[in-house]
């Protein structure tokens, strides 16, 4: 496990394969919880949290649960993680436990944490496992924070809570209701897909140019040589 | 020696990798065609009629309405159709020039647009509101889904849905007829429209006549009945729209609200004609529900379409709640238009029978 090795898991979890932004998974929270950020953070963590425990405690069962009902096995010590989450939300933070209701037990059914221990902490060891329950974690929470700020902002002229916009700013409710949700995911992941393109495009050229360099390169070292 | 192999290994591949990279702009060499052998797929029928030409006869139907509505709530009302009319047309050159698409603003579709959104405004609709509209309308419901004959919504609904989801303070700030704006709207006289009044259970103040020439509150364009069937009549016969979509749509409507009447103590027929006076009934089954792009091409298809646009709007009178549905009904309505294609295609012309 090196430290570059740490870096590119991260990478990926944040960046690359975002879970909500690039797989586009566990869009009923990421819909629903984003009116406001500090739901948005509120959600975020507790998810987090749940992630990175379930994925150490399954990886570190991989070897003894039957391969015919680990998803049943999955969610229960999912579930139990959440379980605890819920608790303490409801014992130090009440509010924000009042604010999320529904979606707190309904991390149990979150397909970002079921697919993170489906695809990768039930074949791999403890410590990358963590990492990378970590990495999607934090990719989800602040895929959330980007999605609310937005809603945050048009739909109440606020970012957390602070005016931002001025008093005059008429609110646009639209954002802060389900169809604002929509559209503000529909227009953060085309964003992120057009820079994504560019970027991709970029590496394909410094490497159809290094590739031509090195090819033009070889040829008048062989053209000298003869 | 040295020095001179140097150069050769340092110049070269500069120039071979240019090379390397161009060919993708290099295109195959175009043919040219003589003029006199140009050969084109049928059908080779002309006909005087082209986008232009049918978008500029629906603006000229909606003329009497948008003056009458002009005449009723002041010359803020030409002010706010103006001004959405121009950010659209606006708004499409632009988002056209930004995606690298052919510029089309001379096919005057965005201005149809612009003007519907503008007729959908109540008069006392700010500025800002307006352009918020428009922009939508134009940018993520026309142009973000392919551009004219490719947008699955009908862009002014979808926009009228949108502001009234955003701002519904500024969305139904009815002025009283008459109030006459100018160009402010501080001394307007908020006034509830039919529609409010029937959503209560009572009948309007107004008197059916009343409703029919367009002396209530409302929407721009939407009050007068008598100018909106005049243009929608024309269109009939220019034969621009045909009476399918229009006639099961409101008698649809017309059919439901008689054998269901909500109000007590009326005659069935007058709740039915209040009805289907009140709000946008009139000016969207006309003039929004038979747009081309977003409504089925079929005979068959286009009753089912207004039928089951008519079935929507009585539910969401009755049932939902907003007091209008004429814009919710059109838009899921325009969801379903490729599925109802799909179930009445006709049978091509000498092929066999399906149970045949």
Redesign the interface.
Known sequence: MTLSGIAKQFRSGILDNNPVLIQLLGMCPTLATTTSVANAIGMGLAATAVLTCSNILISLLRKFIPKQVRIAVFIVIISGFVTAVELLMKAYFFELYGALGLFIPLIVVNCIILARAEAFASKNPVLPSAIDGLASGIGFTSALVVIASVRELLGNGTFLGLEVLGKNY??????I?P??AF?TLGFIVALVQMLKNKADNKKC?KE??AE??E???T???E??QA | MNENKKNVVLEEPEAKAQTKVEPKAEETPKISIPNLLTVTPSPHLRHRDSTRTIMLEVIFALLPALLWGTYVFGLRALLVCAICAGSCYLAEYVTQRAMGRPVTINDCSALLTGLLLGMNLPATAPAWLAIVGSVFAIMVVKQLFGGLGHNVFNPALAARVFLSLAWPSYMTNFTAPYARLLFSPADAVATATPLVSLKHGALPGASLLDMFLGNVGGTIGEVSAFFLLLGGLYLLVRKIITWHIPVTYIGTVALLTFAFPQVGGVARWEFMLYEVLAGGLIIGAFFMATDYVTSPSTRWGRMIFGAGAGLLVVFIRYFGGYPEGVSFSILVMNSLVWYIERATKPRVFGGAKKNA
Do not use: R
């Open positions: 008429p609110d646009a409710v639209v954002f209701l169809a604002g559209l050229e159809a140019v031509a360099l090819k033009a390169a040829a008048a070292g053209e000298v």
